[in-house]
C-alpha cells in the first residue's frame, strides 16, 4: 500500500510541481504589482494582496495535494516534462521582469532579480548533466601549465590597468564627467531601472559604476574602476575564444598582445567610453556560441544567446553582434547544410536564450526608440545628414565616401593616430603587430572555408564595416575599432605562429626556439608598449581634449577642497569658463561656481572666499593679489605649466 502510494506521487510530481510554479508566479506578480504602488498607511491591506494569498494557495495545494490518478495522467503529458517546465519557467519570469520593468518600482533589483531567474532557467533546460565538476577538474590537472600561464598573463594585465588608476590619466575628460553624473543619477529617477538607456549606455552598467562611487567615494578611482574590471576579464575572455579559433598557442600570444596593448590599457583606464567592455563580452558571446557547435552543447549557444541580451544594456556594441550572429547562421546554412542540419537544435538555443533575456530590454527599447537611436541621430552616417552634406561639398558619389570610410576605419588599427580619447601620437597596433596582423588577416581570409575562421572574419570585418558605413566622425574611429581589435589581435597572433613556420622554427619542428622567437617579439612589444602608454603618453598631460578640458578638471578637483561655506568665483573667459565641462561638477560633487569674466577690479569677493584664475588670467589675480595681501595663494601646475592659480581672500 505505502509503495503504490509512493510510486503514484512520484508519478504525479510534474503536475504539482505546475501547480505550484503558478502559485510562485502568482506571487512574484502580486509582489511586483504591490511595490509599484505608493505607500499609504491607512491601508490595512495593499491592492493586489488577494492575487498573492491566491499565489500562496496554489503554492501549497501543489505542495501538499495528494496523489491522485488524474495528477498522474497529467504528469505524463509532455507539456509538463522538465524541458517543458524550464521553458515555461524562462519565460513565465521573463514576462514577468518585463512588465516589472514598465511599472514605477520603489527599487528594481527584485525586478533583475527576476530577470536573471528566468535567464538561469533556461540553462536547465539544456544543461542535463552537461556541466561536470569532476570533468573540470581533470581538465584543470591535464592543464594546468597552460592555466598558470594564462593566470601569469592576467595578473601582468591587473598591474598594468590598476597601477595608479585614479592618477593616469592625471585628469578627466568632459565625457567622463558625464558618465560619473549619470552613473550617480542613477540613485533614482528614469535611470533607477536597469534596462533604461543614457547615450546607448545601458543603466545597468551605469549602476555598477554607481555603486563603485558609492563604496570608494566620487573619485577618479571609483568612476574608472567598472572599465579596468572590464579590461582586465577581456584577457582570458579573448583567451577562451582565441583557443577555439587556433589553438593553444595562438590563444596564449593573442592574450599577452591584448594584456600588454597601450591602446587597451589606456581605454581600459578611462570611463569616457563603453567600447572596452565590448573586447571582452563579444570574444566570450562568440566562444560559447562557436564552443557550443563544435561540442553540440545547447547550454553553451543558449548562455552565448544571454550574454549578447544582457550586453544590450551595458553598451551599443550589442546590436552589431547580433547581426554577425544572424549573418553567421545564415552563411552557414547555405554553405554548410549538411553541417548546420546537424546543430539545428543547438542554433536554436542561442536564439531562445537571446529572446528570453531580451525581453524587459526591447519592451523598454519599443517605448523609448529615441533613446536606443540617440547615437546614429548624432554620429550616424545616415541619420545626422552627413553623408549628404559630404556628397555635397566633395562632388564624390555616396559609394566612393562609404568606401573611404570603411578604408579608414580599417587603417585606424595600423595607420592614423589614436588621438580621440586618447591622446597618442602611435596607432592601435605598433609597426611589428601591425605587420603580423596583415599577415593573420591574409591567412584567415584564406582559411574562411573553415567555420570558425567563417566566424573570426565576420566578427572583424563586421566591425569594421559597421564602424566605416555607420558612424562619424573619422576621429573616432580609433577608439570605434576596439570593437574589432579582439579579432584583430587573434590575427596578430596568427601571423606571428605561421612566420615562423615558415621560417622553419614552428612549433612542431623545435618547440624550445619557436617558444623564444615568441618571448623574444613579445618582449619587445611590451617593453614598445609600456613605453608608449606610460612614458610618451601617461607624463605628457595630452589626455582631455584639449587644455580647457584639463583645466576643468584640475578646477573641479580644487574646488572640492574648498570648505563649503564660502563661494567660489572664476576668473572666466571665451575659453575656460564653469558649466564647458561635466568634469568639473563629478569632481567637485556639483559645488556652484560663479564665472566672472569682468575684470577683477569690479569683483567684490569678502572674507573667506576664493577667486581662481584660469591660466589666461592668471596674471591679472597676482597682479591683484600683490594689492590684496594677507590671504592664501595656490598654483595647481598641469606637468611644467601652471593651469590654475586660487586665493582665499582674507
Known amino acids: 500500500m505505502t509503495d503504490q502510494h509512493t510510486g503514484m506521487e512520484g508519478n504525479s510530481m510534474k503536475a504539482r510541481r505546475f501547480i505550484a510554479f503558478i502559485g510562485f508566479a502568482l506571487l512574484l506578480l502580486s509582489q511586483i504589482l504591490i511595490a509599484s504602488q505608493p505607500v499609504n498607511d491607512a491601508v490595512v491591506f495593499p491592492p493586489y494582496t488577494g492575487l498573492a494569498v491566491a499565489g500562496a494557495v496554489l503554492f501549497l495545494i501543489g505542495l501538499t495535494v495528494r496523489p491522485t490518478a488524474l495528477l498522474q495522467k497529467l504528469s505524463d503529458h509532455a507539456l509538463l516534462r522538465d524541458g517543458a517546465f524550464w521553458h515555461l519557467f524562462a519565460i513565465t519570469l521573463s514576462v514577468l521582469a518585463a512588465y516589472g520593468a514598465t511599472l514605477p518600482q520603489r527599487n528594481y533589483i527584485p525586478v533583475m532579480s527576476i530577470w536573471l531567474m528566468g535567464a538561469i532557467g533556461y540553462l536547465f533546460v539544456f544543461v542535463d548533466g552537461g556541466v561536470s565538476l569532476e570533468t573540470l577538474k581533470e581538465k584543470i590537472r591535464k592543464n594546468h601549465t597552460e592555466i598558470l600561464l594564462a593566470l601569469v598573463i592576467v595578473i601582468v594585465a591587473v598591474t598594468v590597468r590598476f597601477y595608479n588608476l585614479g592618477q593616469v590619466p592625471r585628469v578627466l575628460d568632459g565625457d567622463e564627467g558625464l558618465v560619473g553624473l549619470a552613473a550617480q543619477s542613477t540613485a533614482e529617477g528614469r535611470l533607477t531601472n536597469p534596462f533604461a538607456l543614457w547615450e546607448n549606455f545601458g543603466a545597468l552598467y551605469l549602476q555598477a559604476i554607481n555603486i563603485a562611487l558609492r563604496s570608494f567615494g566620487a573619485t577618479s578611482f571609483a568612476l574608472r574602476l567598472m572599465p579596468a574590471i572590464g579590461g582586465v576579464i577581456a584577457i582570458p575572455s579573448l583567451y577562451l575564444f582565441a583557443r577555439q579559433i587556433g589553438g593553444p598557442r595562438i590563444a596564449l600570444i593573442a ?40 561540442k553540440r552543447q545547447a547550454w553553451r549557444t543558449a548562455l552565448s544567446g544571454i550574454l549578447v541580451a544582457i550586453h544590450f544594456s551595458v553598451y551599443l556594441t550589442a546590436q552589431v553582434i547580433i547581426g554577425l550572429v544572424f549573418i553567421y547562421m545564415a552563411l552557414a546554412l547555405i554553405f554548410y547544410r549538411t553541417w548546420f542540419k546537424t546543430v539545428a537544435r543547438v542554433a536554436l538555443a542561442f536564439w531562445g536564450g537571446f529572446l528570453v533575456a531580451i525581453l524587459p530590454e526591447a519592451i523598454y527599447i519599443s517605448r523609448n526608440m529615441n533613446e536606443f537611436l540617440n547615437r546614429l541621430a548624432q554620429n550616424g552616417t545616415f541619420q545626422s545628414g552627413w553623408l549628404d552634406v559630404t556628397i555635397q561639398s566633395t562632388g564624390q558619389s555616396a559609394a566612393t565616401i562609404l568606401f573611404g570610410r570603411v578604408v579608414h576605419a580599417f587603417m585606424a588599427l595600423i595607420y592614423y593616430p589614436a588621438f580621440d580619447f586618447y591622446g597618442s601620437p602611435v596607432p592601435m597596433l605598433t609597426v611589428v603587430s601591425s605587420v603580423l596582423f596583415l599577415i593573420g588577416l591574409a591567412v584567415s581570409l584564406v582559411r574562411t572555408r573553415l567555420r570558425e575562421y567563417l566566424l573570426l572574419n565576420g566578427y572583424f570585418w563586421g566591425a569594421t564595416f559597421s564602424v566605416g558605413l555607420f558612424a562619424i566622425p573619422p576621429s573616432a574611429d580609433s577608439y570605434r575599432m576596439l570593437m574589432a581589435f579582439p579579432a584583430a589581435l587573434i590575427m596578430c597572433a596568427i601571423g606571428l605562429d605561421q612566420v615562423l613556420e615558415l621560417f622553419g622554427i614552428g612549433w612542431r619542428n623545435t618547440k624550445k626556439v619557436y617558444a623564444a622567437s615568441v618571448s623574444f617579439v613579445l618582449l619587445s612589444l611590451l617593453i614598445l608598449n609600456m613605453w608608449t602608454y606610460f612614458g610618451d603618453f601617461a607624463g605628457q598631460c595630452r589626455f582631455g581634449g584639449n587644455l580647457a578640458g584639463r583645466f576643468a578638471s584640475y578646477l573641479g578637483s580644487y574646488v572640492r577642497t574648498v570648505e563649503s561655506e564660502s563661494s567660489v568665483y572664476l576668473l572666466s573667459d571665451g575659453q575656460f569658463f564653469y558649466g564647458s565641462h561635466a568634469s568639473t561638477d563629478f569632481l567637485s560633487q556639483l559645488r556652484p561656481i560663479i564665472n566672472h569674466p569682468d ?42 605649466n601652471t593651469i590654475l592659480m586660487a586665493y582665499q581672500v582674507p
Open 599 to 640: 575684470p577683477i577690479d569690479s569683483l567684490h569677493a569678502i572674507n573667506g572666499e576664493t577667486i581662481i584664475a584660469n591660466p589666461d588670467r592668471i596674471k591679472e589675480l597676482e597682479d591683484w593679489v600683490r594689492l590684496n595681501p594677507g590671504g592664501e595663494v595656490h598654483y595647481v601646475y598641469d606637468c611644467k
Open 255 to 294: 592574450a599577452v598582445l591584448l594584456a600588454i596593448s597601450h591602446t587597451h590599457i589606456n581605454f581600459s583606464r578611462i570611463a569616457s567610453v563603453a567600447y572596452i567592455h565590448g573586447t571582452w563580452l563579444v570574444p566570450l558571446e562568440l566562444y560559447f556560441l562557436l564552443s557550443g557547435f563544435e
